[in-house]
């Protein structure tokens, strides 16, 4: 699976977009880019993947450049429940289905 | 509501004593699988099941057991537990392929003392 670059610390203002990027050149053509978020000790909770098209659901939007060496996850109106460690992922299933998680971006969401 | 549930939410032990960390999920999913998270090593996966009496190991095995007899439920055992296996354990499971996400339990706090 990809090796996958994210900033480790953002900070965004309640209300305002947060723009998470993440960059992963070496994404196989088959590889989906997932985003997972993790709040302080909980569970790690699915929000978004993609394959080669944008997506967007109820929980936040995923913007794949056309080369899939990068993305950007965009959280329209951050709020302060929205503070957590946030882990983008390059998968392709193979032969273990593992998910290797990297440090992740911590976004702090400030009132 | 769908779900993954694990119990219990918090376990206080002493070495030797066998226990089990329990795992089910309502999902129909075929794929379920234990990590345990530690400050500073992130999430590593201890053991996978990709159906029914199918299971493996993952990155950190030793000192686990898994199995897999019903399709629902993928306990976890640690026949004698030990200090360093006080950590923070998840299970997840999901859909075969790459395009179905996994989904995680609140995870299980463990401390062995």
């Known amino acids: 699976d990809a090796k996958t670059t994210q900033p480790p610390s953002m900070d965004c203002a309640e209300g305002r977009a947060a723009n998470l990027p993440c960059n992963h050149s070496?994404?196989?053509?088959?590889?989906?880019v997932y985003w997972y978020r993790q709040i302080h000790s909980q569970g790690p909770q699915y929000i978004i993947h993609?394959?080669?098209n944008n997506e967007t659901n109820e929980m936040a939007s995923l913007i794949i450049t056309e080369d899939r060496k990068s993305s950007t996850l965009i959280l329209p109106h951050a709020t302060l429940r929205d503070t957590a460690v946030y882990y983008c992922?390059?998968?392709?299933?193979?032969?273990?289905?593992?998910?290797?998680f990297g440090k992740g971006t911590l976004l702090t969401v400030n009132p | 509501e769908a779900q993954v549930t694990q119990n219990p939410r918090y376990l206080i032990t002493v070495t030797g004593k066998k226990l089990t960390v329990t795992c089910s999920q309502n999902m129909n999913h075929e794929y379920m699988s234990w990590y345990r998270q530690d400050p500073g090593l992130g999430l590593r996966q201890i053991y996978y099941?990709?159906?029914?009496?199918?299971?493996d190991k993952g990155d950190v095995p030793e000192g686990y057991k898994v199995s897999r007899k019903e399709k629902r439920n993928f306990p976890l055992i640690l026949e004698s537990p030990s200090p360093n296996q006080t950590s923070l354990y998840f299970c997840?499971?999901?859909?075969?392929?790459?395009?179905?996400?996994?989904?995680f339990g609140n995870g299980t706090r463990l401390t062995v003392t």
């Open positions: 993609g394959l080669k």
């Open positions: 099941s990709m159906n029914v009496e199918v299971t």
């Open positions: 070496t994404i196989s053509g088959n590889e989906y």
């Open positions: 997840a499971s999901s859909y075969l392929g790459s395009n179905s996400p996994l989904h």
């Open positions: 992922i390059g998968f392709r299933g193979g032969s273990n289905y593992k998910l290797t």
